[in-house]
């Protein structure tokens, strides 16, 4: 009995694989997220890389561990990590979509004389330009930002 408590409370410390589900969201609101960093310069100092998603990984109750743990594991198996990244830019595609639909009606809706606010740094996020990354012998398109740095 004392053996079986002990392997208990030793096995809820244990660092667990994010299911690949889990995973691509995780992976969208860190790439939200980093884009949000680079657009404000003034917050990156402050900004500790691990402490930084740990908000993230909280809100789909995992810690860093886990995460450090997942990113191991499909490292270790390409075809389920890249079924992860191929999901992660078809979601931030749908959602940068979105994005444009809105500001499309917003701008035919308002009354309001049309501004262009392509240079603003929190609108060219959801802008993204074209780039590609081979995966499984197709292309993939990966929105990033139209901020180089």
């Not at 030793?10 to 995973?23: F, H, L, Q, S, Y």
């Not at 908000?55 to 499909?74: A, H, L, Q």
């Not at 490292?75 to 931030?92: C, G, M, N, Q, Y």
Request: net charge negative.
């Amino acid at each position: 009995m004392v053996l079986a408590a002990a392997l208990l409370v030793a096995g809820c410390g244990r660092a667990e694989v994010i299911p690949e589900k889990d995973m691509t969201e995780i992976y969208v609101d860190m790439f939200i997220a980093d884009q949000w960093l680079r657009d404000h310069d003034e917050e990156k100092e402050r900004a500790d890389t691990t402490l930084f998603f740990d908000p993230i990984f909280r809100k789909y109750g995992y810690t860093f561990e886990d995460y450090d743990k997942s990113v191991n594991y499909y490292v270790a198996h390409p075809d389920k990590f890249s079924d992860i990244t191929v999901r992660v830019a078809e979601e931030l595609k749908k959602r940068a979509d979105q994005m444009r639909e809105l500001w499309d009606k917003s701008r035919t809706s308002s009354g309001y004389e049309t501004q262009d606010f392509s240079s603003d740094t929190l609108w060219a996020s959801f802008f993204p330009v074209r780039d590609s990354l081979t995966s499984r012998g197709g292309e993939i398109e990966i929105p990033l930002t139209t901020n180089t740095y």
